[in-house]
Structure formats: structure tokens, C-alpha cells
Nanobody, 123 residues
Framework: QVQFRESGGGSVQPGGSLRLSCAASGYIYNTYCMGWLRQAPGKEREGVAAIDSDGSTSYADSVKGRFTISQDNAKNTLYLQMNTLKPEDTAMYYC?????????????????WGKGTLVTISS
């Protein structure tokens, strides 16, 4: 059973930073594309960042240069370092996996995701 446990969300001021973590279990880690999705109030869920099994990364245009996705294979843990946060980054953030293969398609078509961690950016 695939399970994710996200943590690290919170409330910060614009310009601040947060680091999200996601502990994964229930499948062989580092064999699939993994990523972070987010859903803001009243909006559809969208892809934020993704990482291939070989470590190649991709980002939504809205977060390029500010967010960094990484993983620790020994700990089965995915991270999202978020810097220079903006009010429009406010959302529930979800860790997710695309089990169709080891490489990310760019479409963020994830099969499983966690319950999420809330990020609020406000002054």
C-alpha cells in the first residue's frame, strides 16, 4: 500500500522560506517519477516540481528559480525547498508518485498522493 507522510508546511511572510518533506512507503522508492502538486482554494490541483528516478528535475514556470525538489533515497524521502515565497504560493501541497515509469512526462499525471501539508503565505 502506497503511503506518503508530508510535513513542513506552515505560515510565513512573503519572501520567507519553507522546506517540505515527504516520507514514502509501500513501494520500491526511486523507481518512479515523484513530484509535488499543490491546490489553492478555489483552484484546480497543479504540478509544482518533479524528479526522475535518475535525479533529473523539472518545475512549473511559476516556481522556477525559487523552489528546489530533491530526494534522499536512503531515507525514502522527498523534499521541496521553497524560497522567496509569494502569497500566490498559498496552497495545500501534496507529495505524489507516477507509477507509469521512472521518468517524468511533464504532465504531472500522478497515481498516488498524500493527504497534504498546508502552506500559507501572508503578511
Amino acid at each position: 500500500q502506497v503511503q506518503f507522510r508530508e510535513s513542513g508546511g506552515g505560515s510565513v511572510q512573503p519572501g520567507g522560506s519553507l522546506r517540505l518533506s515527504c516520507a514514502a512507503s509501500g513501494y520500491i522508492y526511486n523507481t518512479y517519477c515523484m513530484g509535488w502538486l499543490r491546490q489553492a482554494p478555489g483552484k484546480e490541483r497543479e504540478g509544482v516540481a518533479a524528479i526522475d528516478s535518475d535525479g533529473s528535475t523539472s518545475y512549473a514556470d511559476s516556481v522556477k528559480g525559487r523552489f528546489t525538489i530533491s530526494q534522499d533515497n536512503a531515507k525514502n524521502t522527498l523534499y521541496l525547498q521553497m524560497n522567496t515565497l509569494k502569497p500566490e504560493d498559498t496552497a495545500m501541497y501534496y507529495c505524489a508518485v507516477d507509477t507509469s515509469g521512472p521518468y517524468c512526462s511533464g504532465a504531472y499525471q500522478m497515481d498516488y498522493w498524500g493527504k497534504g501539508t498546508l502552506v500559507t503565505i501572508s503578511s
